[in-house]
């Protein structure tokens, strides 16, 4: 055959080639497309001003810490402990979900607040710990929330993440609630609670209401992550306001007492609940009161020199 023959083919199989290449990449693109999860934070959301003295509070360059006295109902029993909230601003990376190394326009400012609980139940300690990222704009959900407790039986590590709808996964050493992983429509979170109130609580869901119970407490007295319906009310007496969240179908009951002005400082809080497992669970109430506060950069207070300020907040 001669080449002048041979050279039109090759031309043509080359180019079907290409075309045939072309079409599958594009159809992988699109397949990555329609694949891609939509972010509620990639959403264009209105976002709500935030005031001067909430600037000059919260971007001081340092945290809110709070200490607590703490009385906590475990096993049937109150047991004396101690409590602490850690408040402070911080650039949140809304894909990955962790705080932001660098400044960005693509991050998310929130007002971070990690909770911690210090009890004995008997011979052995109970360490809890709660986290929370809240934008400041209040006009989203909390974008993740987290909880984890240490005990001498073992320890439990649980997370939901904001994003197309929330996303929740957990480890523990309970064969019944090893390793779940498990998607739900997003709704209230009593974790995020703690944080909206603190920016403005004028925006607190109120009336009947759907909402997920704290993580922490779905922990300790082993119930289903989920919404459960409740019913949510704010009331002031000039000083100090509470809000208070009853849950029927669990018959419990949350009040948060906080200053009726800014910054809206939690002052103390109680959690009514039954307490124990099977006939003999019996209501009792968790309750906390305030120690003292501390506006400081704890994370450059590091040194055995700087051991006073804990004593100083009662820790």
């Known amino acids: ?34 694949q891609k999860p939509e972010l509620e934070m990639d959403k ?10 909430f600037k000059k509070y919260w971007y001081a360059g340092n945290a809110e810490i709070t200490s607590y006295r703490l009385e906590q109902a475990r096993y049937g029993e109150l047991r004396d402990g101690t409590a602490a909230m850690i408040y402070v601003t911080e650039p949140f990376l809304p894909n990955k979900q962790v705080k932001a190394d660098r400044a960005s326009a693509d991050n998310i400012s929130v007002l971070k ?64 609630e090893a390793d779940q992983a498990f998607s739900m429509e997003k709704t209230n979170l009593e974790n995020e609670i703690w944080t909206k109130i603190r920016i403005n609580p004028n925006n607190l869901p109120l009336g009947d209401i759907s909402m997920v119970p704290s993580l922490e407490y ?23 306001s509470t809000y208070t969240i009853h849950y029927p179908e669990l018959e419990r009951t949350l009040k948060i007492d906080f200053t009726s002005d800014f910054p809206y400082a939690i002052e103390s809080w109680t959690e009514e609940f039954k307490s124990g497992f099977g006939p003999n669970a019996k209501v009792m109430t968790t309750s906390a009161t305030k120690i003292k506060t501390l506006k ?14 804990r004593d100083s907040l009662g820790l």
């Open 1 to 34: 055959m001669k080449l002048s023959h041979i050279i039109p083919k090759i031309a043509r199989l080359i180019i079907a080639i290409a075309l045939f290449v072309s079409c599958q990449e594009k159809n992988s693109a699109a397949e990555e497309t329609l």
């Open 218 to 240: 779905l922990r300790l007295v082993h119930k289903k992550v989920k919404a459960y319906s409740a019913m949510a009310n704010l009331s002031s007496n000039h000083e100090t």
């Open 113 to 176: 607040l990690n909770a911690t609980k210090k009890f004995l139940t008997g011979i052995y300690p109970y360490s809890i710990m709660n986290s929370t990222f809240y934008p400041v704009r209040d006009n989203q959900h909390a974008l993740k929330t987290s909880l984890s407790v240490q005990e001498w039986c073992g320890h439990v590590y649980a997370q939901l993440n904001n994003r197309d709808q929330f996303e929740f996964t957990s480890h523990s050493y309970f064969e019944s």
């Open 296 to 309: 400081t950069a704890y994370w450059g207070q590091n040194s055995n020199n700087d051991l006073i300020l």
């Open 44 to 53: 264009p959301l209105p976002k709500n001003p935030l005031t001067e003295d």
